[in-house]
């Protein structure tokens, strides 16, 4: 069982540049979540989805997009990477409310 | 808004010490708590969790017990040992609009020491 899968683990963007994270989980939960880790900040959630076609913005979305169009697949879009955005992100899913399932992280710097 | 306060790290001991890290929340209404745990290099796995004033939640020698009255949810272990060493985030999930969710603590890092 793999749970829950983010790639890339690390990547290096220059200014401007766009890319995709993505994020699948293999355990049909309805709840998918992004989350960035800055040191000693805590996390702070980016977007989240309660099924598929449907999203919602977090605390911090400005500068990302997200789509849902699977229960299982979450990815989670960088369109003009600023250094603002260097960060470690994580990719959760849960099972309604309770118990959430992390990924385990891409780190990402923009330079 | 809902928010969570956690003592600030890093935290060292010795192996088999006590272990307090200390969580206070602000919310309204009756807040689900959780403590999450880091691992080096991996994602946040949940290690316990209380859903109501006097819950106490338990796992791997960890507890915390749900305080409503003192609004906090303090995370003891009786006797650390090295594979503790992790960074512990303290979080909640509120019973108002938007509780799908979590808000997380800054976290905390111990570091145990044999």
């Known amino acids: 069982n793999a749970g829950v899968t983010q790639t890339p683990k690390f990547r290096i963007l220059k200014i401007g540049q766009s890319m995709t994270l993505q994020c699948t989980q293999d355990m049909n939960h309805n709840y998918m979540y992004w989350y960035r880790q800055d040191p000693g900040m805590g996390l702070k959630l980016i977007y989240y989805s309660v099924g598929a076609g449907i999203t919602d913005k977090g605390e911090v979305p400005n500068g990302y997009n997200v789509s849902r169009s699977t229960t299982e697949d979450f990815p989670l879009r960088l369109e003009l990477a600023a250094p603002s955005q260097t960060s470690v992100y994580f990719c959760?899913?849960?099972?309604?409310?309770?118990?959430?399932?992390f990924g385990s992280g891409t780190q990402l710097s923009v330079l | 808004g809902n928010s969570v306060t956690q003592m600030e790290g890093p935290v060292t001991l010795s192996e088999e010490a006590f272990l307090t890290i200390n969580c206070t929340y602000t919310?309204?209404?009756?807040?689900?708590l959780f403590w999450y745990v880091q691992y080096p290099g991996e994602g946040l796995q949940l290690l316990l969790k209380a859903t109501k004033a006097d819950d106490k939640g338990s796992n791997k020698g960890f507890e915390a017990t749900y305080r409503k009255e003192t609004t906090s949810f303090h995370l003891e272990k009786g006797s650390v040992q090295v594979s503790d060493s992790a960074v512990y985030f303290c979080?909640?999930?509120?019973?108002?609009?938007?509780?799908?969710?979590?808000?997380f603590g800054k976290g905390t890092k111990l570091t145990v020491n044999p």
């Open positions: 919310a309204t209404g009756y807040p689900s």
């Open positions: 959760a899913s849960s099972y309604g409310r309770e118990k959430l399932f």
């Open positions: 979080a909640l999930r509120g019973t108002q609009g938007g509780s799908e969710k979590l808000v």
